[in-house]
């Protein structure tokens, strides 16, 4: 339903200087308290981003911030992390104390914006994500919500050295994301000194209008007037997204810490803090402000259908990433809201079977690299997990392989995330071979080998590395004398070193059967023989355990 019109709030220039006020004794404030935090990177922004929220520029309903109407606002420099409370605390959305909560241990004001906050549109504590993000954002906006929404992206300047923030902004140019508007926070100084371009506003211009974007210079990032038409200029219509350009001073309203250089990252204390906090002053009436409501957005949602049943034949040879690409399609009706957001490789990974079925909800992203983990051995467990991965609430990695495997489980085996399988056990297994994707073909074939010689093997399939199954792992330890797992990965981070961490605790030794050696062009099998990841020296390392009388 659309969004019920209210009267929009308007507020003169000295009314939005109150409130900039107030929202700049916040930010010293809350850091004194905290005896940590980014108050100079925060001060620098508090005119950009007073204007934004209380200007009427950024429309937004407090009361239903999941709303598709709503503008996006995302802080790239997450660091700023108390300017950003403080403008929520100025809508009366975040209280006082809260905000006075900044920093301790369990409160939700964390010291970069995490969705323990219920206004981070995503985490930012890592320079150089939010401007990707904000792609996404405007991207999902224009393409699939078909609302006149808009993201708004404060940047650092410092950040700008960021690869990813170029590979963002060319995608951006290249869907014509006219809904998409950069602050780019211009105070001079990172974390050790001066940056690479300084004040330069030329510099930054330049750079970014090459890449097809309309660039707003502001020439004094303070003057709340100048501010207000330059943010009203962002909004006018374009076709490509727009960037503002603002020169800032780093710490400003507190003349001891105005372009001053080591107080990054400093909280004030003591006769400092006091000093700041009598600069800046309080204005009166603790202004608030309200946010200009978003239009009305009307529905048109699209209901979940449901999922062709897979259809393999056990012994099927077939590629998991083909099954990957099988997947897709097949789920795309049991969600309707399943997009594909491809690396230029979707000939490859099989994305593009879907792209051709549904290219409105197809996203190339080319080979922009920078913008959990499940690794299947065959198409029917590529399928489930690639659906587990859709009804997954969060971020979820699958690997795929190249060369076809054979079809081991029925068409109806369940692959839950967190789970495994146990594709070979007796009641009294000497050893347990622990491997996932391709090697665990190889670790089959060996169990038979090893069978033949009189030696019994368990083997598991660990098809979710993370989260793991350790209740699968433990029992195994405890039917089992000896563990080897096997896995087509360094042994730094993968299967071996979390089966590992599993077992800490137990008596039960662990082998790990892992890439060692510096890989060189061959074929799977290849390169599986080369590693000693193939059936045969996973029998003799299991062999040379039984010699050795361990």
Same mark, same amino acid.
């Given at each position: ?12 220039? #000295?009314?939005? /200087? ?18 940590? @935090? ?46 950003f ?28 914006p995490?969705?323990?906050?219920r ?8 320079l $150089?994500? @939010?401007l990707s ?8 906006? /224009? ?37 998409? =508007?950069?602050?780019?926070? =211009?105070?001079?100084l #990172?974390?050790?000194?001066?940056? *690479?371009h ?13 890449? $097809?974007?309309?660039c707003?210079?502001?020439?004094? +990032?303070?003057?709340?007037?100048? =501010? ?43 006769d ?28 048109? %949602? ?22 990957? +690409? ?11 809201k ?25 996203? %190339? *992203? ?79 074939k ?68 892992? =890439? ?5 062009? +061959?074929?799977?099998? /290849? ?24």
């Open positions: 339903m659309p969004v019920t019109t209210q009267q929009q709030p308007s507020y003169t220039n #000295g009314q939005l /200087k109150n409130i900039a006020q107030q929202i700049r004794h916040w930010i010293v404030a809350s850091t004194g308290q905290a005896g940590s @935090g980014h108050p100079t990177s925060s001060l620098s922004a508090v005119e950009l981003m007073t204007s934004l929220f209380f200007g009427g520029h950024f429309r937004y309903d407090v009361e239903t911030p999941d709303d598709a109407a709503n503008d996006q606002l995302i802080f790239s420099k997450g660091h700023a992390s108390p300017l409370y403080a403008l929520w605390a100025a809508t009366g959305a975040v209280g006082e104390d809260d905000l006075m909560s900044y920093r301790e241990f369990g409160s939700r004001l964390e010291g970069h995490t969705s323990r906050f206004f981070t549109e995503a985490a930012t504590g890592s $150089g994500q @939010g993000v904000g792609v996404g954002t405007a991207l999902s906006a /224009k393409r699939l919500d078909n609302s006149d929404a808009r993201t708004f992206v404060l940047l650092g300047d410092s950040e700008m050295a960021e690869g990813s923030q170029w590979e963002a902004i060319q995608l951006a140019a290249h869907y014509g994301l006219s809904n998409l =508007v950069g602050i780019i926070d =211009v105070n001079r #990172g974390q050790r000194g001066e940056t *690479m300084g004040h330069d506003l030329v510099a930054y211009r330049d750079r970014v209008q090459a890449f $097809g974007w309309r707003i210079m502001l020439d004094d +990032g303070h003057d709340l007037e100048r =501010v207000e038409a330059v943010l009203a200029q962002a909004n006018s219509p374009c076709d490509v997204p727009t960037m503002v350009i603002a020169w800032t001073v780093k710490g400003k309203g507190v003349s001891f810490l105005e372009n001053e250089p080591g107080w990054h990252g400093k909280a004030l204390s003591g400092k803090l006091e000093a700041a906090l009598d600069e800046i002053g309080t204005p009166p009436g603790r202004p608030r402000g309200k946010l200009k409501l978003p239009e009305g957005l009307e529905r048109h %949602e699209t209901e979940a259908g449901k999922a062709d049943p897979i259809s393999y034949q056990l012994g099927d040879e077939l590629a998991t990433r083909d099954a990957y +690409g099988n997947a897709l399609c097949r789920l795309a009706g049991k969600y309707p399943l997009v594909s957001l491809d690396g230029e490789v979707c000939n490859s990974t099989r994305s593009k079977r879907f792209r051709d079925a549904h290219p409105d909800r197809f996203f %190339e *992203m080319f080979i922009a690299e920078q913008n959990v983990v499940l690794y299947p051995c065959d198409a029917v467990s590529t399928e489930a997990l690639v659906d587990a991965m859709a009804d997954h609430d969060g971020i979820a990695y699958l690997r795929t392989t190249r060369g076809d495997t054979p079809v081991i489980y029925d068409n109806d085996e369940s692959f839950p995330i967190g789970g495994s399988k146990v594709v070979r056990c007796s009641d009294d297994d000497q050893v347990a071979l622990i491997a996932a994707g391709i090697t665990l073909h190889e670790a089959i060996a169990r038979d080998l090893l069978t033949e010689d009189g030696i019994t093997a368990r083997v598991i399939d660990l098809y979710s590395i993370k989260p793991l199954d350790h209740a699968t792992v433990r029992a195994a330890a405890d039917e089992t004398k000896h563990i080897f797992t096997i896995e087509d990965h360094f042994p730094e981070g993968g299967l071996g070193e979390a089966v590992l961490t599993s077992l800490s605790d137990h008596p039960t030794r662990v082998n790990c059967l892992a =890439v060692r050696k510096r890989p060189i062009s +061959g074929s799977p099998e /290849k390169q599986l023989e080369a590693q000693g990841l193939s059936a045969r020296p996973i029998v003799e390392a299991v062999k040379s355990w039984i010699d050795q009388g361990r």
